[in-house]
């Protein structure tokens, strides 16, 4: 079964021929793309009454945690959550983190593990469903720039520099694994997009992860690698002899 996500605008040009057949899910808030300097501002597009009269099974939301405007973000989304809950809808939000701040010592901590792990930790209290989360490559973000509380353990006793482990540990912060965590697939490079692809499923597998979402790297290339590439995720998780590490 194929998914398509969409905002408001475009779901309604399809929804009445579509809707019954394929699950949309309706991304109700984005930027403008238009903004410089840059601001990691989402703001609201649409209603979730709207999607829902239009069919869809399901809302999505970015918040940027950690920008100066996550506070209206977390207060809008978590209102359009729970709007989309009264309506059955099910509910899928991107927890991304975005401060130049983060970028300390040398390294980019916006992927790493105890950082977005507190980010898919406020996610699912807003009542989240599915957390989507870029994959972690590193962790040690609390203490390298100085931010919120951690503990020592985080480092020696609940996670290691392994992957699945960095993964594990985001996954542990979706209430232990009862709210889904799906990762990003990661941009498109080219040849290395098919094994990368797998690597970041087998990863999220292993780690008990729920899925991966992989947009450039299937639909910006002809059809048949796109669905090739699709169909070798898919295999990762109909395989009974890729289990929970």
């Known amino acids: 079964m194929q998914r398509r996500l969409l905002n408001p605008g475009s779901l309604a040009s399809v929804s009445r021929r579509y809707a019954h057949r394929i699950p949309f899910v309706v991304k109700l808030n984005h930027n403008d793309g238009l903004i410089y300097p840059t601001r990691y501002d989402q703001t609201l597009f649409g209603k979730v009454k709207q999607a829902y009269d239009m069919g869809a099974a399901a809302i999505g939301a970015t918040v940027y945690f950690g920008s100066e405007?996550?506070?209206?973000?977390?207060?809008?989304?978590?209102?359009?959550?729970?709007?989309?809950?009264?309506?059955?809808?099910?509910?899928?939000?991107?927890?991304?983190?975005?401060?130049?701040?983060?970028?300390?010592?040398?390294?980019?901590?916006?992927?790493?593990?105890?950082?977005?792990?507190?980010?898919?930790?406020?996610?699912?209290?807003?009542?989240?469903?599915?957390?989507?989360?870029?994959?972690?490559?590193?962790?040690?973000?609390?203490?390298?720039?100085?931010?919120?509380?951690?503990?020592?353990?985080?480092?020696?006793?609940?996670?290691?520099?392994?992957?699945?482990?960095?993964?594990?540990?985001?996954?542990?912060?979706?209430?232990?694994?009862?709210?889904?965590?799906?990762?990003?697939?990661?941009?498109?490079?080219?040849?290395?997009?098919?094994?990368?692809?797998?690597?970041?499923?087998?990863?999220?597998?292993?780690?008990?992860?729920m899925g991966l979402i992989s947009g450039r790297k299937a639909f910006q290339r002809p059809m048949q690698e796109g669905v090739k590439l699709l169909n070798a995720i898919q295999d990762v998780y109909l395989s009974r002899d890729i289990t929970i590490a």
């Open 69 to 209: 405007e996550s506070r209206h973000q977390i207060q809008e989304i978590s209102e359009v959550f729970d709007q989309a809950h009264q309506l059955g809808m099910v509910t899928i939000l991107w927890t991304y983190l975005r401060n130049s701040a983060f970028a300390a010592d040398g390294k980019d901590f916006h992927l790493a593990a105890d950082l977005t792990g507190q980010a898919n930790h406020l996610g699912v209290t807003i009542k989240a469903d599915i957390i989507k989360q870029k994959m972690a490559e590193n962790n040690g973000g609390y203490n390298a720039v100085k931010v919120g509380k951690t503990h020592p353990k985080v480092y020696s006793d609940l996670t290691s520099d392994h992957p699945i482990d960095l993964v594990r540990y985001q996954v542990a912060n979706c209430y232990m694994g009862r709210i889904g965590l799906i990762n990003s697939g990661g941009a498109a490079t080219g040849e290395g997009d098919m094994a990368d692809a797998v690597r970041t499923a087998v990863i999220n597998k292993r780690a008990g992860g």
